[in-house]
């Protein structure tokens, strides 16, 4: 009943807009343990703390009185609610309209599952076009050049979109209605009129995932000289730049546990950087730094680092990422 009540999508974004610990941090005094945090349980009498809260798995564990959770549970129990009320609670703190079950909405849902389908077959085609030694051969060099080899490649499933306008489009033609793909960012449809071609031709590409790692979009690089030289997927209803940061749910796991989170400025810093042994790295996509972004870099550390490039634009963009975070400081 509670799984029909609300769409599994809004639950999800609801959780991962209020955070796990942000929620019953306001009821308990967690301290940071390890890759988890403790605090005296807020559910049974104790001295020394047995409550643990595991931001990466959604999830709070007693080993005293075995109370155990997710957000919602939490504010239930805490707040004597019923699940529809704690969810009404927290979407309202976290400013998210309650989504009214309706064939619509339920369209939408499905609408959404046949987008990431869409997202990874052409990520499959993406890398295959990169392993092929024939097309993909400029490509590799490239990133060779870059420093990222097989190694790279494949922790990042970096791919290459051919030159040509229709290769991905026929590649995918037989296995998805051409409307998916428009939608999916893949496919453009001219103003115009006219046909449909391929978004991305001649390119690097770089798949970009949400916080909890689905595909949602791409990034691409030119290779070589040329404009523009980075290029994303347009926005989309799974791929909202300002909403995501390159290699997030890569670096989250590492940054709870160090508690500590560095931002960089693009793609191939990530993956430089993540090669390196610096597995807490992540970069805005091409754009400021935006008011989300900043917090889900709270999500991961107390204290973010930003390592923009040394240059003036790295000096402006930091300097506006500074000023941007100020009213967003809590106690
Ligand atoms: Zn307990």
Redesign the pocket.
């Known amino acids: 009943e509670h799984a029909l009540a609300f769409p599994p999508s809004f639950l999800d974004e609801l959780k991962s807009r209020v955070g796990l610990a942000a929620t019953i941090g306001r009821r308990v005094r967690l301290v940071r343990a390890g890759t988890v945090m403790k605090g005296l ?4 009498q ?1 001295k020394t703390p ?2 643990t809260v595991d931001e990466r798995r959604g999830t709070f564990h ?6 155990h959770g997710n957000a919602i549970d939490f504010v239930m129990r805490a707040e004597n609610l019923g699940f529809r009320e704690a969810v009404e609670r927290l979407a309202g703190e976290a400013g998210m309209p309650i989504p009214v079950e309706s064939p619509a909405l339920r369209a939408r849902e499905d609408r959404l599952a046949g987008l990431h389908a869409v997202l990874e077959a052409a990520a499959d085609c993406f890398r295959d076009s990169l392993a092929d030694r024939r097309g993909g051969e400029e490509a590799l060099a490239y990133l060779d050049r870059r420093g990222l080899g097989a190694q790279a490649i494949e922790r990042f499933g970096i791919g290459f979109a051919p030159p040509g306008r229709t290769r991905l489009k026929e590649a995918l033609a037989g296995r998805f209605p051409e409307e998916k793909l428009v939608e999916a960012g893949l496919l453009v449809r001219p103003e115009g009129g006219g046909a449909t071609y391929d978004r991305f031709r001649g390119r690097v590409i770089f798949p970009i995932h949400d916080p909890r790692g689905r595909l949602v979009g791409f990034g691409d690089r030119i290779i070589g000289e040329g404009e523009p030289k980075y290029l994303n997927s347009p926005e989309t209803e799974l791929f909202q730049k300002g909403r995501l940061l390159y290699a997030y749910h890569r670096a989250a796991p590492t940054a709870r546990r160090s508690g500590e989170v560095v931002a960089v400025e693009g793609y191939m810093d990530v993956i430089a950087l993540h090669l390196a042994g610096i597995e807490t790295a992540v970069a805005p996509l091409g754009t400021a730094m935006t008011e989300q972004q900043l917090a889900l870099l709270w999500r991961l550390a107390p204290e973010p680092i930003l390592c923009f490039d040394g240059d003036a634009a790295g000096a402006r963009a930091a300097a506006r990422a500074a000023e941007r975070a100020l009213p967003l400081l809590k106690a």
């Open positions: 349980c807020p559910f049974h104790e047995s409550f007693c080993f005293g009185c075995g109370a």
